[in-house]
């Protein structure tokens, strides 16, 4: 049953708290044992005053002294064993739930780009958050109230009919009828509290969505459209949310009736057992006893089961997520790339996406160390998925990327990346200070050697102009800051990593020409001694390259120098006299005036 299978999973979570676990279940089982005591003791307090006009004092006193004690007993045990559940189990609920949460957090983070560009990331924040409360609120209340239930009904209950069959059967009729109304209404609404989970995923990406692009939002005067919206998302989780709740409506009314009809039973079966003496005073009351008990636990796990339900499509997405492998798996023997000389080889590469045509074929070259190539072709080339190979986004279907000799499937994710720096078209910078920013790469950098990479990137001097300098909070993408500022520190930011390998992804496309003139510079800088790779359409940024590989179709179409290239008057030639054509011309002095 999916229901249990599910739950299993959320128990086979707590891992090293196992053992504590363990201990729980003893100590629910001694709650239990003795709360099975106490009407059991009850009833036969009520028998002895009962018998007291036909008993001697004497013995009546010794009796009653000798049951009031155990009870006492009892019930001081019971009130140690139940704040020690409830210690624990709170303890473990709470470590367990942020321990999740952080496995989770590295897990997504630890997944390729194919995986985020499938999943909306504000989908992703409302799973970890719904998933780990769910855990906690199941472990919780599991170990603490649950767990005493399920040992009632299996171990306890079952001995009641050592008392009296006749009334143990009421009460075992009063638990068959729960389960079966419990679990009617779980198998006719669970595919519909899936579907209101799913709204409910999309009122998160929504939301996410519309907050991250306020600014879109507010200039094409979207504020109405959006609002409304979401407020359709909200009319469609309710729909269909109480048809769903109707049911448990249902189960609630039902459970309460069958309670007052099992109590009502004992006490006519009760009678006509006494008065047939069958049954005594103190069973009666010791039966009544076990029926409140029971019904309070079996109300209980009635509310626990409706909340497993509720939590089970959150529990699925979260679970569904843990289990998410990733495209480009590390091998258990991989090695450490030191990748001290920076050559880059693609060994007759191809490549494409699962169940897609090829969109890489054969593509072979060698990037000596400190070189500088660059790629370039009409978008969907295959220039930037080039790339993703080389960082071992992807693995190639065919052929093999090498760095210094070694093939990127035989070395660690961690030093591959780590030997790779990338200037992307945009900064993506944190909602950090400045210079959290600039350590993303080297945690470990002192502030001289913050400061240096920040001066040849010709960063330092804004850096300093801000409020609180290398400490001032930048803001969500680094809003406060101007896109020649933010670039600069990306560069800085790459600089401070000293990769050998360094990727430059459209680095300047989004910037004026005095900018992109001066953030020019601070790349240039970055570059040296470095294996170079520049993406580009903006051919005049690529005039210095070493090589320039000219991608058409997924294919290297020719390589050569940028004069080489032009002179041949083949496709380069042709896209760089396109994009001279489609430059503006300088206006002539006359006309200016």
């Not at 139940?82 to 997944?111: D, F, K, P």
Request: aromatic letters at 8%; glycine letters at 8%.
């Amino acid at each position: 049953m999916r229901f249990l299978r599910v739950y299993g999973r959320v128990f086979s979570i707590l891992g090293k708290d196992r053992r504590t676990a363990i201990l729980l279940c003893f100590a629910n089982f001694a709650a239990a044992s003795l709360s099975f005591l106490d009407p059991l003791l009850f009833g036969r307090v009520i028998q002895l005053l009962s018998q007291s006009d036909s008993m001697p004092r004497a013995a009546m006193w010794s009796r009653a002294t000798h049951l009031l004690l155990i009870w006492v007993a009892v019930g001081l045990a019971g009130i140690l064993a139940t704040m020690a559940i409830a210690l624990q189990s709170e303890r473990m609920a709470h470590r367990n739930r942020l321990s999740v949460m952080g496995r989770y957090y590295s897990h997504v983070l630890n997944l390729p780009l194919s995986f985020h560009g499938d999943t909306h990331s504000g989908r992703l924040i409302k799973i970890m958050i719904a998933g780990s409360d769910g855990m906690f609120a199941v472990w919780l209340s599991f170990f603490r109230d649950q767990f005493q239930t399920l040992l009632s009904v299996v171990i306890l209950l079952p001995l009641t009919v050592l008392l009296n069959w006749k009334l143990a059967l009421t009460l075992i009729v009063l638990v068959i009828v729960f389960s079966t109304i419990t679990t009617f209404v779980i198998q006719h609404t669970e595919e519909g509290q899936r579907e209101v989970e799913t709204y409910n995923s999309s009122l998160a990406g929504t939301a996410q969505d519309a907050l991250s692009n306020v600014m879109v939002v507010q200039s094409f005067t979207r504020l109405r459209a959006e609002t409304r919206m979401f407020g359709d998302i909200i009319n469609q989780v309710i729909q269909t949310q109480f048809p769903v709740l109707n049911w448990w409506a249902v189960v609630n009314v039902s459970t309460r009736a069958a309670s007052t009809i099992a109590v009502i039973s004992l006490v006519i079966i009760g009678t006509l057992l006494h008065i047939n003496g069958e049954a005594g005073v103190g069973d009666i009351v010791s039966f009544m006893g076990f029926a409140t008990l029971l019904i309070g636990r079996m109300e209980s796990a009635v509310s626990f089961a409706s909340s497993l339900f509720f939590r089970l499509p959150a529990l699925e997405d979260f679970m569904a997520v843990l289990e998410a492998k990733s495209s480009v798996p590390e091998k258990p023997d991989a090695v450490v790339l030191s990748a001290r000389r920076g050559e880059v080889s693609f060994d007759h590469v191809a490549f494409g996406y699962p169940g897609g045509p090829k969109i890489l074929s054969d593509v072979a070259f060698t990037a000596e160390p400190g070189t500088s190539v660059a790629l370039v072709g009409q978008t969907g080339a295959g220039k930037s998925t080039a790339m993703n190979l080389l960082q071992r986004l992807w693995d190639p279907i065919e052929g093999a990327v090498r760095i210094d000799g070694h093939d990127l499937r035989d070395v660690t994710l961690e030093s591959l990346r780590a030997a790779i720096g990338v200037v992307f078209q945009e900064a993506m910078l944190f909602n950090r200070s400045i210079r959290d920013n600039l350590r993303m790469g080297r945690p470990d950098a002192t502030d001289q050697e913050l400061e240096r990479a920040c001066r040849l990137a010709d960063a330092h001097e804004f850096i300093m102009r801000q409020p609180q300098g290398y400490s001032t909070m930048i803001g969500e993408r680094g809003t406060t800051l101007s896109g020649g500022q933010r670039q600069r520190l990306a560069i800085a930011r790459a600089l401070l990593k000293d990769p050998p390998i360094l990727i430059l992804d459209e680095a300047t496309s989004a910037l004026d020409a005095a900018t992109e003139a001066r953030v020019s510079r601070a790349l240039k800088k970055l570059m040296e001694g470095r294996t170079t790779f520049i993406i580009a359409h903006r051919l005049s940024t690529v005039r210095d390259a070493d090589v320039i590989l000219v991608f058409e179709g997924g294919r290297i179409a020719e390589r050569g120098s940028f004069d080489e290239l032009v002179n041949r008057g083949g496709r380069f030639a042709a896209l760089v006299a396109t994009q001279l054509a489609a430059a503006p011309q300088p206006v002539p002095a006359r006309a200016a005036e």
